[in-house]
């Protein structure tokens, strides 16, 4: 540990303003971690997709004469981690005397080698450890190990529709069920189970996994809260509302597709049993070796006003689609960035920021509106995208979206301004799921409810006139025949 002991927020920031170390984010994109180059000196983003048309000065971008074809964002990250101008930028780092550290949004056993192979750090938890946590059977036992109850369920392998039933039946779980698999991918692989219609529509996916999590459907607010456990123990940020399954913008029923940074949908009561939980998820983790940057997703049982359930939804041991969001909040914007905390645990400086003093400022911040509208492919087939807004500021007057000024991300948003992140650019393939767009608005944009906002539903229907797509030629959809969705990436990106 070096001497100098950090003790305030103000610590923090001059230390990571003087860093010489070299960080290096790995991704198709750098939407996860966009902001933190504003706050970490030699931060780079190594990325696959050029949201900025070249005028982010933090982005690296690979050299190559092909497309390559990829099959998951590993394979992405592989690809970039072995590239030659990535390979060279890392070692002049390394040869003036930087350390060169590594992080990834998604990583293996294989790209912990390669980083081992260029003398690298990697600052994040194994990844043997990482799947473990992941799985969400494990998060529901890790939660019931710290009286972080989970909605009422069942941990079954389920093999056809009638089997179902009869857990269903013995648990009591009720009319319609939940089912999760293992290992969740945005919504994707959460199944909304209340006949057998339903069932066999999904069937192939859910007896296929060795067991799944089989849930009571409850009425139900959903919130994502982000958290870093250190050796200081864990600090914890905002709650955000997530937005889930609006076809709008998503084509999956259960799927992931923006949040709010708005607490007070709920009691203090509630918000304050969010954060005890997250804390009390965050000591379980460290002691299990988990250190590090994680998120939580709770389901908040509405159904009853005046006694509001709080139960565990899942863990993700990673850097997550919220964490944009999550460091660019206002609160962030006026300390620090909870993903330095990350940082710090993963540096041999010593600090000493208490976590309850941190998390007690969060708590009692007044967290002003701030929203993200996550825009993905909806329709089955696929096209080509023809026209897309530029990366930039934007004013919204009801109607229409005017572009103002570039910029790298929202922090420095206007009141009535909104920002959009690119993430497709024109000519790419656009497949079922495909990110197109992210959108930043400083206005609540779903209700208690569940609801879109006018506001909301205003920017989604701007933002969809301003996107043209074609048809695919004969040569391009042979092409996609040949190489399935990933004949192009320009439209791969992972939220």
């Known amino acids: 540990m070096s001497e100098n002991k950090l003790s305030s927020v103000q610590d923090i920031k001059q230390h990571f303003r003087n860093n010489e170390s070299a960080f290096y984010f790995i991704s198709a994109t750098n939407f996860n971690l966009m902001a933190i180059a504003d706050w970490v000196n030699r931060w780079f983003n190594v990325n696959f997709i050029d949201c900025y048309d070249g005028r982010n000065g933090s982005l690296i971008m690979p050299d190559y004469s092909d497309v390559p074809?990829?099959?998951?964002?590993?394979?992405?990250?592989?690809?970039?981690?072995?590239?030659?101008?990535?390979?060279?930028?890392?070692?002049?780092?390394?040869?003036?005397?930087?350390?060169?550290?590594?992080?990834?949004?998604?990583?293996?056993?294989?790209?912990?080698?390669?980083?081992?192979?260029?003398?690298?750090?990697?600052?994040?938890?194994?990844?043997?450890l990482v799947r473990h946590i992941d799985n969400k059977i494990t998060t529901t036992e890790i939660g019931n190990s710290v009286d972080v109850p989970s909605v009422p369920n069942a941990l079954v392998k389920i093999p056809s529709y009638s089997r179902l039933r009869e857990v269903i039946e013995s648990n009591n779980l009720g009319d319609e069920?939940?089912?999760?698999?293992?290992?969740?991918?945005?919504?994707?692989?959460?199944?909304?189970?209340?006949?057998?219609?339903?069932?066999?529509?999904?069937?192939?996916?859910?007896?296929?996994?060795?067991?799944?999590?089989?849930?009571?459907?409850?009425?139900?607010?959903?919130v994502a809260m982000e958290a870093c456990a250190t050796r200081q123990g864990t600090y914890v940020g905002p709650i955000l509302t997530e937005i889930?399954?609006?076809?709008?913008?998503?084509?999956?029923?259960?799927?992931?597709?923006?949040?709010?940074?708005?607490?007070?949908?709920?009691?203090?009561?509630?918000?304050?049993?969010?954060?005890?939980?997250?804390?009390?998820?965050?000591?379980?983790?460290?002691?299990?070796?988990?250190?590090?940057y994680f998120e939580v997703d709770y389901l908040i049982d509405v159904a009853d006003r005046d006694d509001v359930q709080v139960y565990l939804g899942e863990i993700n041991p990673r850097v997550t689609g919220i964490s944009a969001i999550t460091n660019m909040s206002a609160f962030c914007n006026q300390n620090i960035p909870l993903f330095l905390f990350h940082l710090l645990e993963f540096s041999d400086t010593a600090f000493d920021l208490p976590p309850e003093t941190f998390?007690?400022?969060?708590?009692?911040?007044?967290?002003?509106?701030?929203?993200?509208?996550?825009?993905?492919?909806?329709?089955?087939?696929?096209?080509i995208i023809t026209r897309v807004p530029e990366t930039g500021v934007y004013s919204f007057d009801g109607k229409t979206l005017t572009f103002l000024?570039?910029?790298?991300?929202?922090?420095?948003?206007?009141?009535?301004?909104?920002?959009?992140?690119?993430?497709?650019?024109?000519?790419?393939?656009?497949?079922?799921?495909?990110?197109?767009?992210?959108?930043?608005?400083?206005?609540?944009?779903q209700d208690r409810h569940n609801v879109l906002t006018d506001v909301a539903d205003a920017l989604i229907d701007t933002v969809y006139s301003m996107l043209e797509y074609r048809e695919l030629s004969k040569e391009e959809f042979l092409l996609t025949q040949r190489y399935g969705k990933h004949a192009s990436l320009k439209s791969a990106a992972d939220a």
């Open 244 to 292: 889930i399954g609006h076809p709008k913008l998503t084509p999956y029923k259960g799927g992931w597709c923006g949040n709010d940074v708005n607490p007070d949908v709920f009691d203090k009561k509630t918000q304050q049993t969010m954060y005890r939980y997250t804390e009390n998820l965050g000591h379980a983790l460290y002691e299990k070796g988990y250190r590090g």
């Open 359 to 383: 998390n007690r400022s969060v708590q009692e911040f007044l967290h002003p509106e701030f929203g993200q509208l996550i825009f993905k492919y909806t329709e089955q087939t696929l096209k």
């Open 69 to 128: 074809v990829f099959k998951d964002i590993e394979a992405i990250n592989q690809f970039l981690l072995g590239n030659k101008k990535i390979v060279e930028h890392i070692k002049s780092n390394r040869d003036a005397g930087h350390d060169c550290k590594a992080m990834f949004l998604f990583y293996d056993r294989e790209l912990e080698k390669l980083v081992d192979s260029l003398d690298m750090d990697l600052i994040m938890p194994p990844n043997k």
């Open 177 to 222: 069920v939940v089912i999760q698999t293992a290992y969740g991918d945005s919504g994707k692989t959460t199944f909304f189970i209340a006949n057998e219609a339903d069932y066999q529509a999904v069937a192939d996916r859910i007896e296929s996994e060795e067991q799944v999590k089989v849930m009571k459907r409850i009425q139900c607010l959903q």
């Open 405 to 445: 000024r570039y910029a790298d991300n929202p922090r420095q948003l206007a009141d009535g301004e909104i920002f959009i992140l690119r993430i497709m650019a024109a000519d790419g393939y656009v497949y079922k799921g495909a990110d197109i767009l992210i959108l930043f608005a400083n206005k609540q944009l």
